[in-house]
T-cell receptor
Framework: DVKVTQSSRYLVKRTGEKVFLECVQD?????MFWYRQDPGLGLRLIYF???????EKGDIPEGYSVSREKKERFSLILESASTNQTSMYLC??????????????FGPGTRLTVL | AQTVTQSQPEMSVQEAETVTLSCTYD???????LFWYKQPPSRQMILVIR??????QNATENRFSVNFQKAAKSFSLKISDSQLGDAAMYFC??????????????FGKGTHLIIQP
């Protein structure tokens, strides 16, 4: 079974703090993704990565950055957290081999509250 | 840009009955993938079913089936013999066809499915 884990289920931070959200997958997947989930808005793509050290902006990258130094790990960074970044953050990964869009496997999510 | 619309914020069904969740999407592309994901309360998002746009045959997974109407850009999910464990948020998602699948998905806003015992 594919396993995607996220470092924290719940996180509380102060405005202006630098925040790191970590995601690890154990299936040698090429692609990794960060989404945020807000009630009534569904999931929105923040960033994704198709290879180590490679990253692409999603639909809502402002206020976020990412890092992928190792294939299995994809970090989301909030350089200076703000209250409007209070949300559920979901990490996902997909195999990346072969044509077509691969099924994405999701982690349990991190519920971040910025005070 | 692609958009995905789920017009039913909430649906309720009696246990053992059948329910259909609606999804429409907008795209100018001819090759793509469509997904239904399920997110139980406080639990992980999991794939329910997946459909390749080039396949005319509707996908089926046990009690879950889709009605894919490509010309109408419609992708509804039918759940037969509903069970209490089916209670969850259901998200419809669109995936662009790209080599290696290195593209994010576009999600609808979700439908909250309630199962009445």
């Amino acid at each position: 079974d594919v396993k995607v884990t996220q470092s924290s289920r719940y996180l509380v931070k102060r405005t202006g703090e630098k925040v790191f959200l970590e995601c690890v997958q154990d299936m040698d997947h090429e692609n990794m993704f960060w989404y945020r989930q807000d009630p009534g808005l569904g999931l929105r793509l923040i960033y994704f990565s198709y290879d180590v050290k490679m990253k692409e902006k999603g639909d809502i990258p402002e206020g976020y950055s990412v890092s992928r130094e190792k294939k299995e790990r994809f970090s989301l960074i909030l350089e200076s957290a703000s209250t409007n970044q209070t949300s559920m953050y979901l990490c996902a990964s997909s195999l990346g081999y072969g044509a077509g869009t691969d099924t994405q496997y999701f982690g349990p999510g991190t519920r971040l509250t910025v005070l | 840009a692609q958009t995905v619309t789920q017009s039913q914020p909430e649906m309720s069904v009696q246990e053992a009955e059948t329910v259909t969740l609606s999804c429409t999407y907008d795209t100018s592309e001819s090759d793509y993938y469509l997904f239904w994901y399920k997110q139980p309360p406080s639990r992980q998002m999991i794939l329910v079913i997946r459909q390749e746009a080039y396949k005319q045959q509707n996908a089926t997974e046990n009690r879950f089936s889709v009605n894919f109407q490509k010309a109408a850009k419609s992708f509804s999910l039918k759940i037969s013999d509903s069970q209490l464990g089916d209670a969850a948020m259901y998200f419809c998602a669109y995936g662009r066809y790209s080599g290696g699948g290195a593209d994010g998905l576009t999600f609808g806003k979700g439908t909250h499915l309630i199962i009445q015992p």
